[in-house]
């Protein structure tokens, strides 16, 4: 079935150091979103993204999607110990309209060491 | 203020006994939706309903049941036909279905089976 790939599945970093999670998808999508789950808590929503190439910032957070519509990227600069939890991808693959299903990657779990 | 509470926040389960998971929410969201959270795994799609009355099956639906009576709950039932219950379950619910809108997901409900 059809999948949303997400890369790496674990990631530790210095506090201070960037930090990337990738996601690559089969099939073009219609929009992607981004979500943070805290250790122990529920995903939060981030952001969406909708436009070919678009590039939206929150911060130190910075989030790609690809020219073709099949990517997206998570960048965090300078890395704190806030930023510890596990972060999703879900990439909307449809028509555009009411028809089609939300998928999740399965997350990069990212840990900082102070 | 508006949200999703899931009741209750822990469950154990006996072999062969059913268990409803509540949720409930009062953003005016028409779309709702159940995953299945296990460890190392991404959401896994249960069930979603998009208006009262009215629920489709997931990626995972068996062994599982829903109601939507009411535009604001949408419980969940584990029954003994599901032969792994035990995970983090999650609601959560958006203006409409799918697309468009990131999902406001509640702080979930971990089942185990004694």
């Known amino acids: 079935g059809q999948q949303v790939m997400q890369i790496p599945q674990y990631q530790h970093v210095q506090e201070g150091e960037d930090f990337t999670t990738y996601c690559n998808s089969s099939t073009t999508l219609s929009n992607i979103q981004w979500y943070k789950q805290r250790p122990g808590g529920h995903p939060v929503f981030l952001i969406q993204l909708v436009k070919s190439g678009e590039v939206k910032k929150q911060k130190r957070l910075t989030f790609q999607f690809g020219e073709a519509k099949k990517n997206s990227s998570l960048h965090i600069t300078a890395t704190q110990t806030t930023d510890v939890g596990t972060y999703f991808c879900a990439g909307w693959v449809g028509d555009g309209g009411s028809q089609g299903n939300l998928i999740f990657g399965k997350g990069t779990k990212l840990s900082v060491k102070p | 203020d508006g949200g999703i509470t899931q009741s209750p926040k822990y469950l154990f389960r006996k072999e062969g006994q059913n268990v409803t998971l509540s949720c409930e929410q009062n953003l005016n969201h028409d779309a709702m939706y159940w995953y299945r959270q296990d460890p190392g795994q991404g959401l896994r799609l249960i069930y979603y309903?998009?208006?009262?009355?009215?629920?489709q099956k997931g990626d995972i639906a068996e062994g599982y049941s829903v109601s939507r009576e009411k535009k604001e709950s949408f419980p969940l039932t584990v029954t003994s036909a599901q032969k792994n219950p035990t995970a983090f379950y999650l609601c959560a619910s958006s203006i409409f279905i799918w697309q468009a809108y990131g999902y406001t997901f509640g702080s979930g409900t971990r089942l185990t089976v004694v």
């Open positions: 309903s998009q208006i009262v009355n009215d629920f």
